[in-house]
């Protein structure tokens, strides 16, 4: 089997493996990024979500994420230079009531992605449609991590690994410990419609015609009535498919997506046949991937816990700060408001360094949804803005511990916080929301 050797591996190009790479290469590692999808941008380009949630603490406006996920924002013309609250965004593309933020165009994600990496060849390399499927450990280490791409199987050399995959394939596959939601989040297809014109009445009918589409058996589960405008007037973005699934078991992953595709058409059908303002729309694109909230977490050296959460416990080796709701999505119908529970809202929160590292091995950070948090804890911290802020935090690490020729799980996490903070970047404080 070919062999490539680099100093950092990035697997995953999401939300967190796209800020890691670049936080990495930029801090001085030689960088490899590999990626399942032929782009990066995670569920931003693979599902078609435009926000950046997480960025913004909703009640006082201000960012309590900077750094990368601010330079993308800034790079497409959302926010300001020296942007730090929510009036420096551009004022089409944020719901106040959410304390939201969306990007006009995710397709333009992909070619700012592709540029940004390019930017940075020197250092950072990226391959596209590469899938890992293995790794062999060594010594409490991944010595090296197996890919498979249209040159059949490399095994991948690298000094520090970041698992941003989502589902914490690479922990998994090294024997770290996990932990798995019950139940599981649903999983959605997004979906967009063309040409629709909304008056008055088309956003509850379209609830209504779900409601009765259900009854009638033709729709297992939904989200009702799950229909935004967020990209045009006239274009309806539509997240209201839920797919109970198991995403790490591949039968159980395949199943989901075929329904998941099923159940989109059935609503565009039912709309367009049913719905003041559907009469001569078109169904424009899904996807390509079915959406995955939630499947295995590390159960790292610090768990992130609902307490941490409540009484916004401080972390000397805080990398990040987290502050969206409790976002928890019922694999099973609902209505009006997509998530249940409290919604509790927490005020901005540190995530400690800790949570990115896995227990038995020494090499390996995990970044992004799969990071050590409890059930409750990532309901919060999962969302995307937060996972760049996690990635980024692991992309400094690594390049960290190369250059102190050490491993990610035995560096310090205030070493982690200082070097973010001189990069404009790092956890939330009065200071550094200047
Ligand atoms: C349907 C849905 C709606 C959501 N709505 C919102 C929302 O409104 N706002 C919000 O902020 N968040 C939302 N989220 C949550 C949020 O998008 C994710 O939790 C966030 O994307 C986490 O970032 P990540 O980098 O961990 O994962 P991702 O962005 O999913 O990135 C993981 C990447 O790893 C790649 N990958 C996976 N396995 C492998 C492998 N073995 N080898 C190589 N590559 C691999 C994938 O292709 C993907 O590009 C939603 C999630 C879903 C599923």
């Not at 950072?124 to 590469?130: G, M, P, Q, R």
């Not at 409790?326 to 809202?345: A, V």
């Given at each position: 089997m070919k062999t490539i050797q680099t100093e950092t591996l990035v697997c995953g190009g999401g939300c967190a493996g796209i800020a890691a790479a670049l936080a990495s290469a930029r801090s001085g590692a030689q960088t490899l990024l590999i990626e399942r999808a032929g782009f990066s941008g995670g569920i931003i380009t693979t599902v078609g979500l435009p926000y950046f949630d997480g960025l913004i603490d909703k009640p006082s406006g201000r960012f309590v994420v900077k750094g990368i996920a601010l330079e993308l924002l800034q790079r497409l013309g959302v926010a300001r230079d020296k942007a730090n609250h929510i009036d420096d965004l551009r004022p089409d593309l944020i719901t106040r009531y959410?304390?939201?933020?969306?990007?006009?165009?995710?397709?333009?994600?992909?070619?700012?992605?592709?540029?940004?990496?390019?930017?940075?060849?020197?250092?950072?390399?990226?391959?596209?449609?590469?899938?890992?499927?293995?790794?062999?450990?060594?010594?409490?280490?991944?010595?090296?991590?197996?890919?498979?791409?249209?040159?059949?199987?490399?095994?991948?050399?690298?000094?520090?690994?970041?698992?941003?995959?989502?589902?914490?394939?690479?922990?998994?596959?090294?024997?770290?410990?996990?932990?798995?939601?019950?139940?599981?989040?649903?999983?959605?297809?997004?979906?967009?419609?063309?040409?629709?014109?909304?008056?008055?009445?088309?956003?509850?009918?379209?609830?209504?015609?779900?409601i009765d589409a259900h009854r009638e058996g033709k729709l297992p589960q939904?989200?009702?009535?799950?229909?935004?405008?967020?990209?045009?007037?006239?274009?309806?973005?539509?997240?209201?498919?839920?797919?109970?699934?198991?995403?790490?078991?591949?039968?159980?992953?395949?199943?989901?997506?075929?329904?998941?595709?099923?159940?989109?058409?059935?609503?565009?059908?039912?709309?367009?046949?049913?719905?003041?303002?559907?009469?001569?729309?078109?169904?424009?694109?899904?996807?390509?991937?079915?959406?995955?909230?939630?499947?295995?977490?590390?159960?790292?050296?610090?768990?992130?816990?609902?307490?941490?959460?409540?009484?916004?416990?401080r972390y000397d080796d805080a990398i990040a700060t987290g502050c969206w709701f409790?976002?928890?999505?019922?694999?099973?119908?609902?209505?009006?408001?997509?998530?249940?529970?409290?919604?509790?809202?927490p005020a901005p929160y540190d995530i400690s360094y800790r949570t990115l590292i896995p227990q038995k091995i020494s090499n390996l950070l995990v970044a992004g949804r799969c990071h050590s948090a409890s059930t409750e804890a990532s309901a919060s911290s999962r969302v995307t803005a937060t996972a760049m802020a996690l990635g980024e935090a692991a992309g400094q690490a690594a390049s960290l511990a190369i250059r102190a020729q050490t491993d990610v799980g035995l560096i310090s996490g205030v070493k982690v916080r200082e070097q973010l903070t001189t990069h404009n970047s790092g956890p939330f404080t009065e200071a550094t929301s200047k």
């Open positions: 959410w304390g939201s933020v969306w990007i006009p165009n995710v397709e333009e994600f992909k070619i700012l992605t592709d540029q940004l990496i390019l930017d940075h060849r020197d250092r950072l390399s990226v391959l596209y449609h590469t899938v890992a499927c293995d790794v062999e450990v060594r010594s409490q280490r991944v010595n090296a991590v197996i890919v498979a791409n249209k040159d059949g199987l490399t095994r991948i050399e690298a000094r520090q690994v970041i698992d941003c995959t989502g589902d914490g394939d690479i922990a998994n596959w090294a024997g770290c410990p996990t932990i798995s939601s019950t139940p599981l989040m649903p999983l959605t297809m997004h979906f967009r419609i063309g040409n629709v014109v909304p008056v008055e009445q088309t956003k509850p009918l379209a609830k209504q015609v779900l939904f989200y009702g009535p799950g229909l935004i405008f967020a990209f045009a007037k006239d274009e309806g973005y539509v997240h209201a498919t839920r797919v109970p699934a198991n995403a790490t078991d591949a039968a159980d992953f395949t199943r989901a997506e075929i329904q998941g595709r099923r159940d989109a058409w059935t609503i565009f059908n039912e709309w367009k046949s049913k719905v003041p303002g559907f009469e001569n729309s078109y169904y424009i694109m899904s996807g390509p991937f079915i959406g995955v909230r939630d499947t295995r977490r590390i159960i790292g050296q610090h768990v992130l816990s609902l307490e941490d959460l409540q009484k916004t416990n409790l976002d928890i999505h019922p694999p099973e119908t609902s209505l009006d408001k997509p998530f249940t529970g409290s919604g509790f809202q």
